[in-house]
């Protein structure tokens, strides 16, 4: 039986974490707002779980809202996650920890609020920008550089020595700078080559690299997470 | 053995939610930096699971970050999840949700992020605060009142029949909002009686009661997550 995801039809937003280890997995999935006129209806109001916003999964009688929650069960079932208790728990983290960097990217262009348009928060979106390109970016990736290279396992991943969802989950986040930061980012990768080796890796993994290329992939564009305003990356 | 939570010994912030499960189980644990003198200094350095922040959970050889991932870790070992995977899962997505809305408490003191102070962004946090409290709040606490609701499973926890450390730390938000905005609660919690409820209900369960009467109970203070500024409860 297929999974069946549930998110916005025109972003790749949080969604799409959960649809690169779909992808990554070859998994069966059918992404059910796109083009099919349903957008908005969830099936998690007929569950008791529903879910505060998208992205929810259905996987037969399960029904799971929460980008990490949803990762935390696909992990074991798409095998991208490892197979013990202890490892799953760190994968878990560091996803939690890129739920934070996402958060913190998404504020760039709205720090007063997810209730109004960038355009009527510019002034505070160049302010908050500022921070998160000087402190914040430096500081998670200096994190995510270090585990790369705490991790002695061999591949160059995060956890271990195989792939998980968190590294797909951090390619994204690379991505998603690349696109909204270009300047920032031109200035910072040099500093974070196990970032930037596993960037490349990911992308270049065959069934993730064939996504990329089709248009399953939406474009990076002004309506989702990752935004580019030049003049937030001056 | 013990377990340590490292926390910032000053504050209840994000290690709270760690305290009161810790608490309520009656579990033995160690406050490590309060008092004593090693504020700042993490066990998970060593350990190859290095936290990005506080609060970070040691249990034997396992060093956990990340309040929902140490959550997630302790609840079946504290009594405090569902015995079935699909009830543990349902119990961590509600308490990403309540994460969501802590950071979004956090951000009306500081929309232009952490490293500026609150008197350095109070026009900002004014506007925040106003659509925190217009459209943030009541948008939450709907959720949390409905899926409280949908449990039919009798006792009025948000999880089948039995406490969770999900309903713990939905009354540490109730609390906290308690705090922060007096006068904006007082308006809203006529619509949230089963919320209500359960922040009564948790209050009072023995183990719970007598801590939050003990001086281990830090008091709300303007340094945590929940602040009580008048101006923004206007």
């Given amino acids: 039986m297929s999974y069946e995801l549930y998110y916005w039809p025109s972003i790749q937003g949080r969604g799409e974490f959960v649809r690169l280890a779909l992808e990554d997995a070859g998994a069966d999935y059918v992404d059910v707002w796109r083009g099919a006129g349903m957008e908005g209806s969830m099936p998690a109001i007929a569950t008791g779980t529903p879910s505060f916003a998208p992205p929810c999964l259905r996987d037969g009688d399960i029904v799971v809202g929460q980008t990490a929650a949803i990762l935390l069960h696909l992990g074991p079932k798409l095998g991208l996650a490892p197979d013990d208790d202890k ?5 878990h983290q560091i996803q939690l920890t890129i739920s934070d960097f996402v958060n913190e990217t998404h504020d760039t262009h709205h720090p007063l609020g997810p209730g109004r348009y960038y355009d009527e928060q510019k002034p505070e979106a160049l302010a908050r920008a500022r921070e998160f390109r000087d402190a914040r970016m430096p500081k998670f990736l200096d994190w995510f550089e270090a585990i790369l290279t705490r991790n002695t396992a061999g591949g160059g991943y995060l956890v271990g ?27 910072l990768m040099g500093n974070y080559p196990k970032i930037a080796a596993l960037h490349r890796a990911v ?10 290329a089709s248009d399953r992939r939406l474009a990076f564009n002004e309506d989702g997470l990752f935004r580019h305003y030049p003049e937030l990356d001056a």
Avoid: I
């Fill in 87 to 91: 490892g799953r728990l760190w994968t």
């Fill in 161 to 187: 020595a195989a792939v998980t969802y968190a590294d797909l989950s951090l390619f994204q986040v690379v991505d998603g700078l690349l696109y909204a930061f270009p300047t920032r980012m031109a200035g």
């Fill in 203 to 212: 992308g270049e993994r065959p069934r993730l690299k064939a996504y990329l």
